[in-house]
């Protein structure tokens, strides 16, 4: 709280001078791949990534996500540090904290659709992983599908169990990675929209990278990447909260 009672509100995620590079093959310059980028995302926020194949975004969302490490600056996770745990602290909170939804859908093809969704429920130890996975699956419209394996479903189902999966552990943060990028348009505006539900009912903070200026749009903020380097838009969520 500050001094006057108000809680303050810590982000969910926040981004100090990252920058991250790599040596070029066979020689001794490197490469800049970010450049000092910055910025902070609150709880239930929606900001989208956008950019040029080779621009850093998708580097940036790795980041994010702990996955790799930077040459210098910071990402907090609700004040934590990341790259001042180890791999394993690493995962462990990207378990606890961290939803994903992927472009090509990472289901594991010898799993049902209910065991991919009950999966990292089963991981973070959660009781009654079966019933969380099942009323999400039928949230997403998939309750006829539960025991059906990747290969029966088509790319919208399996996009569907990906978004399950990814809510079903309550996440404080979803990474969201091109999630129309295998679909057809009409599939994918109805991925969008139930992506941008679940986003709103469960208050979670949505990060995207996507090509698609529209989808950016819909969300609040847009972080836009050239060459490494971060500049910031509203979107038509924040438009549109203004004007009404």
Same mark, same amino acid.
């Given at each position: 709280?500050d001094?006057?009672?108000i809680?303050?509100s ?19 310059? /490197? !490469? ?5 980028v910055?910025? =902070?995302?609150?709880? %239930? $926020?929606?900001?989208a990534? #956008?950019?040029? @194949? ?9 980041l ?16 934590? /540090? !990341?790259?001042?745990l180890?791999?394993d602290?690493? =995962?462990?909170?990207? %378990? $606890?904290?961290?939803?994903? #939804?992927?472009? @090509? ?12 969704v009950m ?10 992983a079966r019933?969380i996975?099942?009323q999400?699956?039928q ?28 809510f ?13 990028g ?5 599939t ?6 139930l ?10 903070t ?14 609040a903020?847009?972080l ?15 438009t549109?909260a203004?004007?009404?």
């Amino acid at each position: 709280m500050d001094r006057s009672g108000i809680e303050i509100s810590i982000p969910v995620i926040e981004v100090e001078r990252l920058s991250k590079r790599v040596r070029v093959a066979d020689g001794e310059d /490197e !490469l800049h791949i970010l450049q000092d980028v910055g910025f =902070a995302v609150g709880a %239930g $926020e929606s900001v989208a990534i #956008v950019g040029a @194949s080779g621009s850093g975004k998708s580097t940036l969302l790795g980041l994010l996500a702990g996955l790799d490490v930077p040459a210098s600056g910071s990402v907090r996770l609700r004040g934590t /540090e !990341l790259f001042e745990l180890d791999e394993d602290a690493r =995962a462990a909170l990207r %378990g $606890e904290a961290i939803g994903f #939804v992927f472009q @090509s859908f990472q289901l594991l093809p010898a799993l049902t659709a209910l065991e991919n969704v009950m999966l990292p429920l089963e991981l973070a130890g959660v009781a009654q992983a079966r019933e969380i996975a099942t009323q999400w699956l039928q949230r997403v419209g998939l309750e006829s599908r539960l025991r059906h394996y990747p290969k029966h479903l088509s790319g919208g189902e399996q996009q569907r169990v990906a978004l399950a999966r990814a809510f079903a552990p309550n996440p404080r943060l979803l990474l969201a990675d091109e999630p129309t990028g295998n679909l057809d348009a009409e599939t994918g505006r109805a991925i969008v929209e139930l992506m941008f539900t679940l986003n709103r009912e469960a208050g979670t903070t949505l990060i995207l990278v996507t090509h698609d200026e529209s989808l950016a749009r819909r969300c609040a903020r847009v972080l836009r990447m050239t060459a490494g380097r971060l500049s910031e838009t509203a979107g038509e969520a924040a438009t549109g909260a203004r004007l009404g």
